[in-house]
């Protein structure tokens, strides 16, 4: 029976290892450290990381070790449990301390490891069993343990997300975790991305960050951004190849990995793309498809299968027009590919739209021009006030 090898991510391609292991961190039984090791000839690294100016030891920690150098980047390791975010001057040495205890396990410089952390912000790293772990860990790597590190490293996720992608002479695979907290700003939740593709530093990052722009970035489950976001792409260059078209192979690879973490948004029954079109710009068309994604009142009436039309231009119409010029009697409002609102005013049956699917699409046209931008979101129900209500007790 062949294996599926998007079930692997990020061992679905030459040149990695990987394991996902229980070390104490989480309840007992659960999978809570992963580790992928690059074992190739050429191995490079990139990174894209939260905005937010809370951000985490382990995302000060990664981002300062890539901008010193992204050649001979060798592992990665990531926990959940605890983001280690807001824990102080300690926080920073804890952080310090596993990337040592991993370059110590795996007999390869500190400064080749990268670290990912994350949980309940404010709470410190157990650093007895994250390095008792890790040693685990590093004994525990091999050429299928993608699986298992997808698994650790999740949170209130249902599942893991993971990807593989067959180029022309090349693969890339991934995996993540996130289905709250995803409103990013450069990358979200946590995500690792390998590939046998032969790159150098400069390649990848610019391939990273054109990739996390038109995906990551326009999902958008509750408005929230975390402060652990982080986006790692490990390149083994195993295959040989210096590939041609790289940055749309990649983005293709986000976007499956972007879908799956809209799929999975903590209490969601939809998973909506909000789909500006006839705008001036690109960029006037992703803000007013992000500030409609973020109404609470749009959310809820999609969770209610209610296509109220109304919540949408008003959310609309809080878009500055220095932002996104339109004019307001040329609007149209789509909910299932059935119009409901033309020309600012009510239009058709509300009641032809179809609410079957899981998948709603939402399409605003402005009227104003040829440019359109989509961001990916999910609605609001009473299981995601469940779940965070109770999510630190």
């Known amino acids: 029976?062949?294996?599926?090898?998007?079930?692997?991510?990020?061992?679905?391609?030459?040149?990695?290892?990987?394991?996902?292991?229980?070390?104490?961190?989480?309840?007992?039984?659960?999978?809570?450290?992963?580790?992928?090791?690059?074992?190739g000839k050429n191995p490079v690294a990139a990174g894209v990381f939260t905005s937010n100016r809370f951000a985490a030891a382990p995302v000060l920690y990664s981002r300062a070790v890539l901008a010193k150098g992204a050649s001979g980047m060798r592992a990665v390791v990531l926990n959940s449990g605890s983001a280690n975010a807001c824990t102080g001057e300690n926080g920073l040495k804890d952080t310090v301390a596993s990337a040592?205890?991993?370059?110590?396990?795996?007999?390869?410089?500190?400064?080749?490891?990268?670290?990912?952390?994350?949980?309940?912000?404010?709470?410190?790293?157990?650093?007895?069993?994250?390095?008792?772990g890790i040693e685990s860990a590093a004994t525990s790597l091999s050429k299928e343990g993608g699986a298992d590190a997808s698994w650790a490293i999740l949170t209130t996720d249902n599942e893991p997300k993971t990807v593989h992608l067959q180029?022309?002479?090349?693969?890339?695979?991934?995996?993540?975790?996130?289905?709250?907290?995803?409103?990013?700003?450069?990358?979200?939740?946590?995500?690792?991305?390998?590939?046998?593709?032969?790159?150098?530093?400069?390649?990848?990052?610019?391939?990273?960050?054109?990739?996390?722009?038109k995906t990551f970035n326009r999902l958008d489950?509750?408005?929230?951004?975390?402060?652990?976001?982080?986006?790692?792409?490990?390149?083994?260059?195993?295959?040989?190849?210096?590939?041609?078209?790289?940055?749309?192979?990649?983005?293709?690879?986000?976007?499956?990995?972007?879908?799956k973490l809209a799929d999975?948004?903590?209490?969601?029954?939809?998973?909506?793309?909000?789909?500006?079109?006839?705008?001036?710009?690109?960029?006037?068309?992703?803000?007013?498809?992000?500030?409609?994604?973020?109404?609470?009142?749009?959310?809820?009436?999609?969770?209610?299968?209610?296509?109220?039309?109304?919540?949408?231009?008003?959310?609309?119409?809080?878009?500055?027009?220095?932002?996104?010029?339109?004019d307001p009697s040329a609007v149209s409002v789509l909910f299932n590919g059935v119009q409901v609102c033309k020309n600012g005013a009510t239009w058709g049956n509300r009641q032809d739209v179809p609410f079957e699917s899981r998948d709603v699409h939402l399409e605003v046209r402005l009227g104003a021009g040829n440019a359109q931008a989509s961001v990916l979101t999910n609605d609001l129900t009473h299981e995601y006030i469940h779940i965070n209500a109770d999510y630190s007790s």
């Open 1 to 39: 029976m062949k294996k599926d090898k998007s079930l692997q991510g990020v061992t679905s391609v030459p040149g990695f290892k990987a394991c996902g292991i229980a070390s104490g961190m989480r309840r007992k039984g659960r999978k809570d450290l992963a580790l992928v090791l690059n074992t």
């Open 100 to 132: 040592k205890a991993v370059a110590k396990a795996l007999e390869i410089d500190p400064r080749e490891v990268l670290v990912c952390s994350t949980g309940m912000i404010g709470t410190p790293l157990p650093m007895d069993k994250m390095l008792s």
């Open 167 to 213: 180029a022309e002479g090349y693969q890339i695979g991934g995996m993540a975790k996130g289905a709250g907290m995803l409103a990013p700003a450069l990358a979200t939740m946590l995500c690792v991305i390998t590939t046998d593709a032969l790159l150098d530093a400069e390649t990848a990052q610019k391939a990273l960050e054109l990739a996390c722009a």
């Open 221 to 259: 489950s509750d408005g929230c951004m975390s402060t652990n976001d982080t986006v790692l792409l490990l390149a083994s260059g195993e295959s040989g190849t210096i590939p041609s078209g790289f940055t749309e192979a990649l983005t293709q690879t986000c976007a499956q990995l972007a879908r």
């Open 264 to 326: 999975d948004a903590e209490g969601a029954q939809h998973t909506v793309e909000i789909a500006v079109t006839e705008a001036e710009s690109e960029a006037g068309a992703l803000i007013a498809a992000k500030t409609i994604s973020r109404s609470n009142l749009v959310k809820t009436a999609i969770a209610g299968c209610d296509p109220n039309w109304g919540r949408i231009v008003s959310e609309l119409g809080t878009v500055p027009e220095s932002v996104c010029p339109y």
